[in-house]
């Protein structure tokens, strides 16, 4: 069963979203109505991003500063740091009590928001985001919101991106087309159906296509648990069942039941099929450093995951990509928390802090500008009005300079509103508009909401995922020689499992979800 829910508004309602972001003004200059921002005293927040700084960095700021000034009279400095300072550095920031303002967390920050808001480090945000960013609250349903709880209360604002996993298969169109394939007929509802359709796209070009003989049908062929099994992940590599109907990629199985996938007779299936395909000539298990084969036009296809717009020339002028995506869209708690926006908890000014945090999830404007920078200094917009890079001044000539680019940006609220170029959206937007429908559209399972609480299995969560580690990139990619060998590797692979206890953590989360939903 699909829950439908809305993640935009109008564009005249966000206007008025500003107004609603904040209450009346009050004598004492505490936070008030946002729209008499000069009757607020004046602040200053930090504001911490996961992500490389690029160039502008301090002509971006300056106008940054100029809009918040107006709007809810505050400055803010931006800091940006790779991904590979972000996590040592803002968790002893955190740990030291500092006041590190505005702060994003997630998968691509590399900064954990469980662990973090459970070690006190951010702050709770029920209250601020019932007074000051009630058109926040709207992007998102209450189911949501309530996956973002860690001990009842709100420590993060969600970004609004691809909030859902998508299966999708990206083929060569020039390929297909000269190999009579309809592909408008295909489908990949179950990871079962791949394997044959590729076969026979495999028989059609040795037999119409044999100068491209010595390389495999397809790329990548380690696509990720669980996108082909459409699990819900309470660990990184333990998955348990989603409430998707029908639900036929693993048997047998309910909603309410854990267990370790890498045991079952599904998992034991893809193994296989995974190993045939590569003896087939389907992918090549030894892909990694051959990216020049992407570009080749001798490749069918890459199945994976992700975007819902893809660029005729993806892979330069060699062929004309499209895209299948499957129709089995799901969601999950973990995908809300893996990117985001918290309030330190020792931040001086966290109601100023909400209302800048209402602006980037509500306000093109100022969500454009921290992503693209200023109007014609980084882009412009044609007679057409579409943005576009080229003209502007810090992105003409040899673009020596491309200026301030922060595209996908996860940590910095809501995708969706942003202006970009249709060079990265497609023609009128599509991918953002695809991504806003498959999140409306996916499946919000029984679990959503639940967090592991790990403690009681640290140990045995640190050794099996050693385990798997071990074993699970070789059976994944195919490169065993033969079906005996990989019934024989997966045999061992589940005993050493079954050796660290994993049995243990199928049952503490077993436990713990059956407490959470008695408590629910």
Not at 138 to 161: C, H, T
Request: charged fraction near 25%; include cysteine.
């Amino acid at each position: 069963m699909k829950k439908q829910w809305c993640t935009r508004t109008l564009a005249c309602l966000l206007v008025l979203a500003i107004v609603f972001a904040v209450t009346a003004c009050k004598d004492t200059g505490k936070p008030g109505d946002a729209s008499k921002p000069d009757d607020l005293d004046f602040v200053t927040l930090d504001w911490y991003i996961g992500l490389d700084e690029m160039p502008d960095h301090d002509m971006v700021n300056d106008a940054v500063n100029d809009y918040l000034k107006e709007k809810v009279n505050a400055n803010v400095k931006l800091f940006y740091w790779p991904a590979a300072e972000w996590e040592t550095n803002m968790t002893t920031m955190l740990s030291a009590g500092q006041d590190v303002g505005i702060v994003g967390f997630g998968s691509q920050s590399k900064l954990d928001y469980v662990v973090q808001s459970n070690r006190g480090s951010f702050y709770p945000m029920d209250d601020l985001l019932d007074e000051y960013a009630a058109d926040t609250l709207a992007l998102f349903p209450q189911e949501i919101w309530d996956s973002m709880r860690v001990n009842e209360k709100i420590y993060g604002i969600p970004s609004l991106k691809d909030n859902c996993y998508i299966m999708s298969l990206i083929y060569n169109a020039d390929m297909a087309d000269a190999l009579g394939l309809d592909m408008s007929t295909v489908q990949f509802t179950d990871w079962r159906q791949i394997e044959p359709f590729l076969t026979e796209v495999l028989e059609k070009r040795r037999e119409k296509m044999p100068e491209y003989d010595e390389y495999p049908l397809c790329g990548n062929v380690t696509a990720e648990l669980p996108y082909h099994f459409q699990l819900e992940t309470f660990l990184d590599h333990f998955y348990a069942v989603a409430n998707i109907e029908p639900f036929n990629n693993v048997a047998a199985y309910d909603s309410d039941t854990i267990f370790n996938l890498y045991e079952t007779d599904e998992y034991r299936e893809y193994a296989r099929g995974r190993q045939r395909m590569v003896e087939k000539g389907i992918f090549a298990y030894d892909y990694t450093g051959k990216t020049e084969w992407n570009y080749s036009g001798a490749l069918f296809g890459f199945a994976g995951w992700g975007y819902t717009y893809m660029q005729d020339n993806l892979y330069g002028d060699a062929f004309t990509t499209k895209m299948i995506v499957s129709d089995r869209i799901w969601t999950e708690t973990k995908n809300y928390f893996s990117a985001g926006t918290a309030i330190s908890a020792k931040c001086a000014e966290p109601e100023r802090a909400m209302m800048i945090l209402n602006l980037v999830n509500t306000d093109p404007e100022f969500a454009t500008m921290m992503r693209f920078g200023i109007e014609d200094e980084h882009y412009i917009y044609d007679d057409n009005d579409k943005m576009q890079f080229e003209g502007s001044k810090r992105n003409s000539g040899e673009r020596a300079d491309w200026g301030y680019y922060y595209w996908y940006a996860a940590p910095v609220g809501n995708l969706l509103i942003v202006n970009a170029p249709e060079g990265l959206t497609g023609p009128d937007g599509i991918m953002l508009k695809e991504m806003e429908r498959y999140n409306n559209e996916a499946v919000i399972p029984t679990h959503m909401g639940f967090v592991l609480d790990v403690n009681p299995i640290a140990n045995e969560i640190a050794a099996t995922t050693n385990v798997v580690m071990e074993y699970r990139d070789t059976i994944r990619s195919g490169q065993l020689e033969s079906q005996a060998e990989v019934d024989a590797a997966v045999d061992e692979f589940v005993q050493k499992l079954k050796d660290n206890n994993v049995d243990k953590i199928v049952q503490e989360v077993q436990r713990q979800v059956d407490e959470w939903k008695k408590n629910k």
